[in-house]
């Protein structure tokens, strides 16, 4: 089989995480599979690169931004190539633009319009195994962008379309998709499978597991995902093209969200706006990088294929969140797959738990309609 495995921040915080990683990736190539490697950056590095592009200058050009950040990914490449020759298996490290990912020029949230990867062919017809550094490409004007904050994903997912991939694996430090954020909600379980739908409307309201544009692309092409711990072999959540049963899935709190007036509407870039209306518009501010406009707010999103078209399911949903909050959420929206409630940050978590309590039960699972 000829996999994509990509590996997040977490997985590759230090050397000897770095190691394991190497040794994981020998064991699906002993297995007999093709293996391309997309790595983030080690731990926490992006975001110490952010901090000190923000110590040098009060707003960071985005195109400079691009050339700092990309950096993490690159570091992280390399040592990975390494550590895969160290333990005799032939590696060889490429950036984004090396790997042919072609995005527009949004610098800092730059969409994928084309992926060419003849290097990486190349590189797998020569018995290697390519490692790519995800989160960037390169524009038609020949400028390093990056994709967003957990574009990894996006690295990973563009590639195995373009190549054909039977399985695009995204490993982290979480064992796959959950209900709820386990770290946060008591009676959360592990989704064991996932349409793509589903996972769309997760990320789409800011499940920061799975990144929006990588969801979406799979969405597209209808790739196979699957979410796995990079330190177990068994588990996971396998995300594939299918039409899922009409019932509630999960919770999605996301507080890193502003809302922000019709009037400063001027102020943010497309890329980073959530939903809009008269009212203004709720923006993901995790992309802004300087201009931090608005008021924070939270959304809390419950899923549940074509249940945001059920005016029972609505209506549901609406009673159990005034409960809660003791008054209906005054902005809420609906789509086919999520009811999405607008709340105070402070109220995010209560109505996190309640809702997932009283809608997806101590098991995890809902009720029948
Ligand atoms: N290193 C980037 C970030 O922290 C991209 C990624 O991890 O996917 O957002
Ligand atoms: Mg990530």
Request: hydrophobic share 45%; charged share 20%.
């Amino acid at each position: 089989m000829l996999l994509v495995q990509k590996y997040g921040g977490s997985s590759v915080a230090d050397v000897a995480k770095i190691r394991q990683v190497a040794s994981r990736v020998a064991r699906s190539v002993a297995a007999g599979h093709q293996v391309v490697v997309v790595v983030s950056a080690m731990g926490n590095t992006t975001n110490e690169l952010l901090a000190l592009a923000r110590d040098v200058a009060k707003t960071p050009g985005r195109r400079e931004l691009d050339m700092l950040i990309s950096v993490g990914e690159r570091v992280t490449m390399a040592l990975l190539a390494m550590a895969l020759h160290d333990s005799g298996v032939p590696a060889r490290s490429f950036t984004g633009s090396q790997s042919g990912i072609i995005t527009d020029d949004a610098h800092a949230s730059a969409r994928v319009v084309e992926v060419r990867p003849d290097r990486i062919k190349a590189s797998l017809a020569a018995g290697e195994v390519p490692i790519v550094a995800g989160f960037q490409g390169v524009s038609r004007s020949r400028e390093v962008t990056t994709l967003g904050r957990g574009g990894s994903d996006t690295t990973a997912v563009v590639l195995a379309a373009a190549l054909g991939a039977d399985e695009c694996e995204l490993c982290s430090d979480v064992d796959g998709i959950w209900s709820a954020d386990p770290r946060g909600v008591p009676g959360a379980v592990r989704l064991g499978e996932l349409s793509l739908d589903e996972a769309l409307a997760m990320a789409r309201n800011g499940a920061r597991i799975l990144s929006e544009d990588a969801v979406a692309w799979a969405h597209r092409e209808g790739i196979t995902l699957r979410a796995s711990a990079t330190g177990k072999s068994d588990g996971g959540t396998v995300i594939r093209a299918m039409v899922p049963e009409a019932r509630f899935v999960a919770v999605v709190a996301d507080v890193q969200l502003a809302l922000v007036s019709a009037a400063e509407m001027g102020l943010v870039e497309t890329p980073c706006i959530r939903a809009a209306g008269p009212w203004g518009a709720i923006v993901d501010c995790r992309n802004l990088h300087g201009t931090e406009p608005g008021v924070g707010v939270a959304t809390v999103a419950v899923v549940g294929a074509r249940c945001g078209a059920d005016p029972a399911r609505l209506k549901e949903v609406m009673c159990l969140a005034s409960a809660c909050l003791g008054e209906a959420p005054e902005l809420w929206w609906a789509s086919t797959d999520a009811v999405v409630l607008v709340v105070k940050s402070s109220d995010a978590t209560r109505l996190e738990r309640h809702m997932h309590f009283s809608i997806l039960g101590r098991s995890g699972i809902s009720a029948p309609p």
